[in-house]
């Protein structure tokens, strides 16, 4: 384990410093690009309705994202239980009650299963039912806390070697203002997103992901006559898969949705006032789960870059090429083939932010941040306005970009604060702000 670990991280590092001799910081560097269109069918015809947008247009468009970038989302569900560990109802100071809930998930076999555990706060001075922010961890549910009951995740000795940083309790709290949202009336709900796909490219065979047919079958197609298996004993991945499978990001947001389902079962959660918030790699993750499905009625990307919410035609910071050899397991086969070839990939991502219409999204982004393209982001939330206007909502209405510190709060959100790539407590501001402009009313 340990020796894989470091080769990974070599190769890794490898990639990265390869991949930056080529990275373009520079406005005046950036190409002159045409976006895909938002409002016109393949067939050239132009959308004029928000019937033709949901029965025509945004189809295509699911359908170029599903099959080009992130591959697609198997139709068969798996068995999926529940099972309450632990229940604290003085957590955070008395202030809310926790509960730890095993998730287990299972092909049908008891051979094949893979388990992950839920972290759920819900305020203890409520009158009525309560909206919910819903949001992958890092490092683990005790990273978040400092409380010596929150478990460890069962699959975090996969990707970090025991002793390592990001098993201290309480290493990413910084990025969890736990009494802010419960002060503010909403349950917080968390998961290690390394429980549904280690993110590793070695680990896929130790994701959710086997446990569907589809894998199995593609497995097996594409291993015919080689001798190879689709696992080893290891849990390492043969790397052989359909061009179009699914892979961590489709992972990571097929399990939010997951986690949704559980909270549609709690009686104290108002499952019509449910807010997703990702940041970085699962900033990506958190708009594409926005965009399939439409229990998520607020979408928030914090600093999701590449892949997230950046325009990939600025090729500026990170591009598909570097993205794609760094993280080779994080979206489907097809999506490199637009390496250095941006220009040909069909979609851009101001179309993935107006798939979430007519729900509301919001973009952030970080001053110093410029391996994401702050820019790019901005662009992407600014360009989805013609969607949003079609529904008779608000929409960006400059492309000049803010101020620091100046949110945009429409039915598209927006800001870009001082300081690097992270969750602070003012991104958190904003999005609280935003919810409660739309939850609240």
């Known amino acids: 384990m340990k020796r894989d670990a470091w080769i990974l991280i070599a190769w890794l590092c490898a990639s990265m410093l390869f991949a930056q001799r080529e990275v373009n910081y520079d406005e005046d560097k950036v190409p ?4 895909p269109e938002l409002l016109q069918l393949q067939n050239g015809e132009k959308v004029t309705s928000v019937e033709q947008w949901e029965k025509q247009r945004r189809p295509e468009i699911m359908e170029l994202f599903a099959s080009e970038v992130y591959g697609r989302t198997p139709t068969d569900r798996i068995k999926v239980t529940h099972e309450t560990i632990t229940k604290n109802p003085n957590a955070l100071k008395g202030k809310a009650t926790a509960w730890q809930v095993r998730f287990t998930f299972s092909s049908g076999s008891e051979d094949e299963t893979r388990e992950a555990i839920l972290l759920l706060y819900i305020p203890n001075k409520r009158k009525e039912k309560v909206p919910v922010f819903v949001g992958y961890n890092y490092n683990g549910n005790h990273s978040i806390t400092h409380d010596i009951t929150v478990l460890y995740p069962p699959t975090l000795h996969l990707v970090k070697e025991l002793g390592s940083p990001e098993w201290e309790r309480g290493n990413q709290t910084r990025r969890w203002p736990l009494e802010m949202i419960i002060d503010r009336g909403y349950a917080i709900v968390t998961m290690c997103y390394h429980d549904i796909f280690p993110d590793n490219p070695r680990m896929k065979g130790r994701s959710v992901i086997p446990l569907f047919t589809v894998y199995s079958a593609n497995n097996t197609a594409a291993n015919e006559g080689t001798g190879l298996s689709s696992t080893g004993t290891t849990g390492h991945d043969s790397n052989q898969s359909a061009s179009d499978e699914w892979q961590a990001i489709g992972a990571w947001a097929w399990g939010s949705s997951r986690i949704v389902d559980y909270l549609e079962t709690r009686e104290e959660i108002d499952s019509d006032k449910i807010a997703i918030m990702g940041h970085s790699r699962q900033g990506k993750a958190a708009l594409w789960a926005g965009a399939q499905d439409e229990r998520f ?14 325009l990939f035609r600025r090729e500026f910071g990170e591009t598909i090429d570097i993205i794609n050899n760094a993280f080779p397991h994080w979206f489907c086969g097809n999506f490199k ?13 101001h179309q993935l932010i107006a798939l979430i219409a007519p729900r509301k999204a919001y973009v952030a982004s970080a001053e110093e941040d410029q391996w994401a393209d702050p820019k790019g982001e901005f662009l992407a939330a600014y360009h989805a306005g013609p969607v949003y206007r079609l529904y008779g909502l608000s929409a960006i209405d400059s492309e000049t970009m803010p101020e620091l510190h100046a949110p945009i709060m429409g039915d598209i959100g927006y800001h870009i604060r001082a300081g690097k790539h992270d969750v602070t407590d003012y991104d958190w501001k904003q999005y609280l702000d935003f919810a409660d402009k739309h939850f609240k009313k």
């Not at 002159?32 to 976006?35: F, G």
């Not at 083939?337 to 991502?349: A, F, G, I, T």
């Open 297 to 310: 009625k607020v979408v928030i990307s914090n600093n999701s870059g590449c892949g997230g919410a950046a």
């Open 337 to 349: 083939k637009y390496n250095k070839r941006e220009p040909s990939l069909p979609v851009d991502q």
């Open 32 to 35: 002159s690009y045409v976006l």
